[in-house]
């Protein structure tokens, strides 16, 4: 069996998301084959399906910086993407023989294409958490489906090769300054790029594609054939950024969960430790753990990943931690007490206007 | 209540293929929500886009999205009508879905426009229950694969 292989250069996030979406509909419908989007972006910052954007970003440094805005149909959070990062699209067939039937399955589905690409430089990489690739305990993929359109099963992916962190975190809204400041650290901490665990091998995001398209070649056990769009599929393309990526009724303007932020910190006898969140509706869209605590930082970003996107509700935060064997993760710091301050810090937010 | 294979599925309710619920209320009201199985496959409900009130809706279409984590998922309409009332609850915290599928966390109710025809397709007892095995079975695989696939 053939697929289909379009390969991009840079695009606008118009232009690549229009094209994700285009590709997953005529999956849904029948009319293509399965397809694999290989592209890169231009500056542009983009938001899961369901976030606030003013809420998300700081739009006037996105502004100032000339970073483009705007939502994709995949869920999640927000992404920086620059023509470091390898952006990826497929679109499946949903009972596509090799696609596990399950939502776990399919995000190790994926995670395991991945691993094998990247095992092609060298690097092992491992699912994380619920839906991330990291190598080394660091987060190197990002991971998300769709499969809210009949028949068809939608990845989009961004790999990293490098990343600027210094201006994710300006266009990023934050829970506090403090993050802020000490979020180049943090963040550069908890995830890691092809170009810094092979520093010396000058890798091109040509070849992470090459890699990536044989990985999944060997893994689906099918061709893809390099093609392009339909003249009937450039046609709807050329809707959907009328209809969407290039309507702010769309990028700005979808219903999404209230988001609130805030920080809580307490003493411990494992030493300072601080919990800063970020709450979209009853669930945790992203948290930061600092302090001076003992660790392992491979521990630490395990647990964060762990919470990320996970109910507020005590159980279910206990339930997620325990399973996870996370109350070893900080050394002389119980696992109550990590309820307690992500709790704490959930209140405080509650506290605050709705952003 | 129904137990199978470790997932909740009430007696009183009849159930729809793509996983939602159908209780009949007083009047001509109908409440819809998400099965404990399907909650459970999801995971931790971020988000549920609902149909607005006064929608009409077809029966086995979409009229709403589900999300959980980096993972969206349809909302089918079990029978076709008119969205009387959306649980705006869920827009605060989705994850009452998790929590209480078959009481808080209900999605919304409707007025069916075809219920007669339409009725039939639902599943009730023993019936819903041998379709739900073999859902949970295939799911079931499907993780096993995931984690074959994971360890590659």
Known sequence: MNSRLILNGALSSAEGLAIDETICESAAQGVAPPTLHLYHYKPCVIIGRYQNAAASLRLDRCEMRGIEVNRRITGGGTVFMTPDQMAFGLALPSNFPSLPKSIQGSFEFLAAIFARALSEFGLQAEFMGKNDLAVGGKKIAGLAISQDMDGVTFFHSSLLLDFDIETMLDILNLPTQRMLDRGISCFGDRMTTIRRELPKRGIALSQLQEAVARALRLSLGMDFLQGDLTEREKERMA??????????????????????????????????????????????????????YFSRTRDIARLESLLKWTSLDRASLEGRLAESGADRFIHQVDLPVILDLIQDAAKNANGLADL | MADVKGYKMPDDLFYHKDFSWVRFEEGDIVRVGLLDFAQAEAGDITYVDMPFEGDAVQANETCGKVQSAKWIGKLVAPLSGEIVEVNYELEGDATLINRDCYGDGWIFTMRPSDLESEKAALMQGAAAAAWLEKEIAAVEQGKAEGKSYAQE
């Open chain 1, 239 to 292: 809707h959907l950024r009328r209809e969407r990526y290039d309507n702010d009724e769309w990028i700005y303007r979808t219903r999404a969960p209230k988001r609130r932020m805030a920080s809580a910190e307490r003493k411990t006898p494992g030493g300072l430790l601080q919990v800063h969140l970020c709450a979209a509706g009853g669930a945790i869209e992203c948290i930061l753990v600092t302090g001076d």
